[in-house]
């Protein structure tokens, strides 16, 4: 069965340090999210994508933040210059063409930043 | 804004008890609803959905019945397994946004044999 997945599994940076955590959607879906979840907290949504482009992004996902479609397969979030409050397990989904059709969730990449 | 509140953990039964995890939701609009489960070291994958009113969700012996009188979605099984441990998480999708899914807090089961 096809499936999300996610690299690295866990990313451990210090402050002030881009990361880029990467994702592999679900080869025939076109719309892609990122959410995280801070330890304890609730998962929170950060950006969709589609068709190359943001479609919705939150509050949370302010300019520090970026996606990326480099290529058909590679979903990509950076963070520029990290915070110690960006520690959190971020999760990558993709969907089907319709919008609030299911979306299917990769494993997730824990960061850590120090 | 949406939101999802659902009844924190954890919750710890014996196997073959009678599950039931409490979830209500503040949305405008027609949200669909979600449980998704998160086992140890796993990604969240679905496990049902509902799309309006008075539809019944069901999969792996879980129900829920999204309920608009009530905004209620509350999952329930019948007789858990040690294999349901695991962290469930209710969610909605539309209401104001075509696009986010909007996630409760999530509630550990452990199961013990």
């Known amino acids: 069965e096809p499936e999300v997945t996610q690299t690295p599994s866990h990313q451990v940076t210090q402050m002030g340090q881009e990361v880029i955590l990467r994702c592999v959607p679900i080869?025939?879906?076109?719309?892609f999210y990122w959410y995280r979840q801070i330890l304890g907290q609730k998962v929170e949504f950060l950006v969709s994508?589609?068709?190359?482009?943001?479609?919705?992004k939150s509050e949370i996902f302010d300019d520090q933040f970026s996606v990326e479609r480099p290529d058909g397969s590679n979903f990509t979030l950076k963070i520029r210059s990290t915070k110690l409050e960006d520690s959190a397990m971020y999760f990558c989904?993709?969907?089907?063409?319709?919008?609030?059709?299911?979306?299917?969730f990769g494993p997730g990449t824990r960061l850590t930043v120090l | 804004g949406d939101s999802v509140t659902q009844m924190e953990g954890p919750v710890t039964l014996s196997e073959e008890a009678f599950l039931t995890i409490n979830c209500t939701y503040t949305?405008?609009?027609?949200?669909?609803l979600f449980w998704y489960v998160q086992y140890p070291g796993e990604g969240l994958q679905l496990l049902l959905k509902?799309?309006?009113?008075?539809d019944k969700g069901s999969n792996k012996g879980f129900e829920a019945t999204y309920r608009k009188e009530t905004t209620s979605f509350h999952l329930e099984k019948g007789s858990v397994q040690v294999s349901d441990s695991a962290v469930y998480f209710c969610?909605?999708?539309?209401?104001?946004?075509?696009?986010?899914?909007?996630f409760g807090k999530g509630t550990l089961l452990t199961v013990n044999p």
């Open positions: 989904a993709s969907s089907p063409s319709s919008l609030l059709d299911t979306q299917y």
């Open positions: 080869s025939n879906h076109l719309y």
């Open positions: 994508f589609y068709n190359n482009e943001i479609s919705e």
């Open positions: 949305a405008t609009g027609y949200p669909s």
């Open positions: 509902a799309t309006k009113a008075d």
């Open positions: 969610a909605l999708a539309g209401g104001g946004s075509n696009y986010k899914l909007t």
